[in-house]
């Protein structure tokens, strides 16, 4: 959702690389997932709104989501 953390790692069990935060989502795609866009910085290269999964390499593809929502019943 809007505002969530994005946690990029080179491994599912690696230290984080890279954060960002959850800028947009589009309706969903004919795969069934959304089209999420993040804002980050990307180093001294200035801030960036990039789709999730198109960092540089060095960031890594693994990636999971933050949020400080409470589950509700």
Same mark, same amino acid.
């Given at each position: 959702?809007?505002?969530? /953390? #994005? ?11 890279? !954060?960002?935060? *959850?800028? @947009? &989502? ?8 959304? /089209? #999420? ?11 960036? !709104?990039?789709? *999730?999964? @198109? &960092? ?18």
């Amino acid at each position: 959702m809007l505002g969530d /953390v #994005v946690v990029y790692r080179l491994s599912a069990e690696g230290d984080a690389t890279h !954060v960002g935060i *959850v800028a @947009q &989502v589009l309706p969903l795609t004919a795969s069934g997932q959304p /089209v #999420v866009k993040v804002l980050s910085q990307w180093g001294a290269h200035g801030e960036f !709104v990039h789709l *999730v999964d @198109q &960092v540089p390499d060095v960031y890594g593809r693994s990636v999971e989501y933050w949020t400080d929502r409470r589950n509700k019943p």
